[in-house]
C-alpha cells in the first residue's frame, strides 16, 4: 500500500538490474562503507585527539572510564559544554559505526526500486534516505550523552567509568529479557525484510526517502536500544564492544528466525547472573 504516488515496479519483477544500477549499487555499498569506516577512526582517534593539548597522556582506557584532560574531567560532577559535546561526538560515531552496515540492504534496495528513474533521482533519493536514517541515530546519540552526562554527574558510575554491579545487573538483565520480547522480533522481521519494509512505508521523492530512511532508523532504534545500552556496562569507549555489538546486531538482522535473539539475550542474562554472583566483573 503506498502513501502518495505510485510504487516504482519492484525489481524481482523487473528485468534483471543494468549494468548502470549494478554500478550505482556498489557506489551506494562503497559510500556506506567509507562512512562506516571514518566513524570508527574517529572513535579509535579520539583519545588521542582530546589528550594533544594536555600535558597527561591519554589512553584508550582512561577514556573508557571517562577521564578527559584539558580542563575536561568527565567523572566530576560538573561537566562542562565542552565534555558534553565530546560525548555527543562519541555516540555520534559509535551509532553511525554500528548501525550504518544494517542500513545497507534497504539502501540497496530502494535503489532497485527506482531503476527506471533517473540516476541523479535514485542517487538523491537514496542520499535522502541514509540521510533520514543516520537523523534518527545522531538523536540517539543525543540521549545517550545526556544519559551519560546524568550518570556520571550523580556519580552513578564507579572508578573504571562504568555502572556498578547492580545497576550494570540490572542492565544486562533488562537487555536480556528485551531480546527475548515480540516486539524485538516484529522489529527484526522489518530489518530482514528490505523490500517488504519499502512497500509498507512508500512515500515518493526525496522527501519521501528522507521520511522512509527516518521510520527505518526509528524501527532501528527499537530494534537495538538496548543492545546500545550494554556499552554503560563495557565501557563507553571499548572499541571491543562495539565490535562485538556490532556484530551480534549483523547476525540478528541477517539470519532469520527468534534464534540468534535469544542466544544474545541469554547471553546477557548469563553475564547478568554472573555480575550479581561477583563471578566477574560488570
Request: net charge positive; charged share 10%; hydrophobic share 60%.
Amino acid at each position: 500500500m503506498t502513501r502518495s504516488g505510485p510504487l516504482p515496479a519492484s525489481p524481482v519483477d523487473a528485468a534483471p538490474a543494468s549494468r548502470a544500477l549494478i554500478v550505482e549499487r556498489r557506489i551506494i555499498a562503497g559510500a556506506i562503507v567509507l562512512l562506516t569506516a571514518l566513524s570508527w577512526i574517529v572513535l579509535a582517534r579520539l583519545p588521542s585527539v582530546m589528550s594533544a593539548s594536555s600535558a597527561v597522556p591519554m589512553s584508550m582506557s582512561s577514556m573508557a572510564a571517562g577521564v578527559m584532560h584539558d580542563g575536561m574531567d568527565m567523572t566530576s560532577r560538573a561537566w562542562n559544554a565542552r565534555s558534553l559535546f565530546v560525548a555527543f561526538v562519541m555516540w555520534a560515531a559509535m551509532t553511525m559505526g554500528m548501525m550504518l552496515p544494517s542500513a545497507t540492504p534497504t539502501a540497496l534496495t530502494l535503489a532497485g526500486l527506482l531503476e527506471r528513474r533517473g540516476v541523479a533521482e535514485r542517487l538523491a533519493s537514496v542520499r535522502a534516505f541514509v540521510a533520514g536514517y543516520l537523523v534518527v541515530w545522531i538523536g540517539y546519540g543525543v540521549a545517550a550523552a545526556l544519559v551519560q552526562w546524568l550518570l556520571q554527574s550523580t556519580a552513578m558510575v564507579g572508578t573504571a567509568g562504568v555502572l556498578g554491579s547492580s545497576a550494570a545487573a540490572v542492565v544486562l538483565a533488562g537487555a536480556g529479557a528485551f531480546e527475548l520480547t515480540s516486539i524485538k522480533e516484529a522489529c527484526l522481521r522489518q530489518c530482514r525484510t528490505p523490500i517488504g519494509f519499502l512497500v509498507r512505508e512508500w512515500r515518493p521523492g526525496r522527501r519521501g526517502a528522507f521520511v522512509m530512511g527516518a521510520r527505518h532508523g526509528t524501527i532501528c532504534v527499537l530494534c537495538c536500544w538496548a543492545l546500545m545500552a550494554v556499552m554503560f556496562v563495557a565501557g563507553v569507549m571499548s572499541l571491543a564492544a562495539m565490535f562485538a555489538l556490532t556484530l551480534a546486531t549483523l547476525v540478528e538482522k541477517l539470519i532469520p528466525g527468534p534464534w540468534p535473539s535469544r542466544i544474545v539475550g541469554c547471553v546477557l542474562i548469563a553475564w547478568a547472573a554472573l555480575v550479581v554472583a561477583g563471578r566477574i566483573g560488570a
